[in-house]
């Protein structure tokens, strides 16, 4: 049951990371880091949640592997554009 859990997070992650990839390639780095980092993300977040779970809930299971990929994607995500300079107040 594991072994199903693992592979379907790790495949979980990799959709997510292609999906970022896909929408949002002009503020990520590299596309291999970003396939990295979000399969990564959905196995820590799939080992955290077996962990803090029973094991057999599967579902909960590839929630928390998706937000946790997609925590981890959110960091690798530049800002668009220029940086807008604020003025402070005199």
Known sequence: MM???ALGSALL???LAG???HRLSHRLPTRS???ATGTAGAL???FVTHTALDPGNI???LLGAAVVSV???SLLLRPSGRLRR???PA
């Open 3 to 5: 072994l199903i859990e």
């Open 13 to 15: 992650g990799l959709v």
């Open 19 to 21: 999906v970022a990839v």
């Open 33 to 35: 880091l970003v396939l």
């Open 44 to 46: 820590f977040g799939a």
């Open 59 to 61: 579902l909960l299971i």
């Open 71 to 73: 925590a981890s994607l």
């Open 86 to 88: 604020r003025s402070a």
